[in-house]
Structures are given as C-alpha cells and as structure tokens.
C-alpha cells in the first residue's frame, strides 16, 4: 500500500525475528523483496534510526515501547498501532499517529502522509524528541519519583 503511494519509498527492518523467513517468502510473493533491507540484529541501533524518515511499530501487543522512545529521542516521527503503552508515549497527531491494530490501510495512510509531507514530519519528530526530554528522560522520571516520595512522606505527617 505505501509503496503504490510512494514508489521510491524503502524499508529498514532491524532485528531477528523466528517470522523473518516467513516475512521474506511474503516479501518475494508480492514482488516487494527489493524495497526491504533486513539488516539483521544490531548492538547499536542508533545509526540505523539517522537513516530513517518514520519510524513504525506495528505490533498487535506491546508494553511500554523502548522502539518509540529511542525513534522520538532520534526526532523521527513514529506512525504505530494503539495498543499497550504506546498511547502512553505518542502523541497522536503531534509527535506521530495512532492507529488501529491490524488494520494496514489507516496504517499506510498516515505513513504516507509523513512520507509525502517532510514538514509536518519534521515538526512531528522534533514534537516528540521534546516530550522524550521533558516526560520520559531519567531527570523527568527521576523529578516524578521526587515528588510522590514527597508526598508520601508529607501525607505521613498529617496522619501522626
């Protein structure tokens, strides 16, 4: 679907899965082997995220996503499905988009839509490299901690 929309449009799969095999055979079934780059599991993954546009997730479960904070830290826009944490961390329609799980059409849509508007993915990445900073770095959760310690040691007080 996103190739149709953007033909020169590729796609960097990092790491190793037990479906790789599976993904490759589909892959060469729908004759879009060429535009895939399994790059296999990498220690420092960091690189690989300067070489991306968006950065997606497109899991059917997840819990709290290191992928999406590590693609916000790295100012991409994320494009991922709404489940587990990742309403959480995303910020639909400012840092990136929220969409329905297995459904691969509202999926493409907003691929495509950042692929075809540079700015406003641009604008998405640096939205969320921001919100990393200020809500999920270690000084935010560490400023978060703080303060409910805080208050518990205050809420003690007025109870003796």
């Known amino acids: 679907l996103i190739i149709k929309e953007v033909p020169e449009a590729g796609f960097l799969l990092v790491g190793k899965g037990s479906l790789e095999e599976k993904l490759r055979a589909r892959a060469k079934e729908l004759e879009v082997e060429r535009f895939l780059h399994f790059a296999g599991y990498q220690a420092d993954i960091l690189p ?11 899991s059917f479960s997840e819990g709290l996503s290191i992928t999406v904070l590590e693609s916000m830290r790295a100012g991409l826009p994320v494009v991922a499905t709404a489940v587990g944490g990742n309403p959480e961390l995303i910020a639909d329609g400012q840092s990136g988009y929220l969409v329905p799980p297995k459904d691969p059409y509202a999926f493409s849509c907003k691929v495509v839509e950042l692929l075809k508007c540079p700015d406003v993915a641009r604008a998405f990445g640096e939205f969320g490299r921001k919100r990393v900073r200020e809500c999920f770095s270690l000084q935010a959760s560490s400023r978060r901690y703080a303060a409910i310690y805080e208050q518990v040691i205050d809420d003690n007080r007025e109870n003796k």
Do not use: E, F, P
């Not at 690989?48 to 997730?57: E, K």
């Open 48 to 58: 690989y995220y300067a070489a991306m546009d968006v950065s997606v997730l497109t």
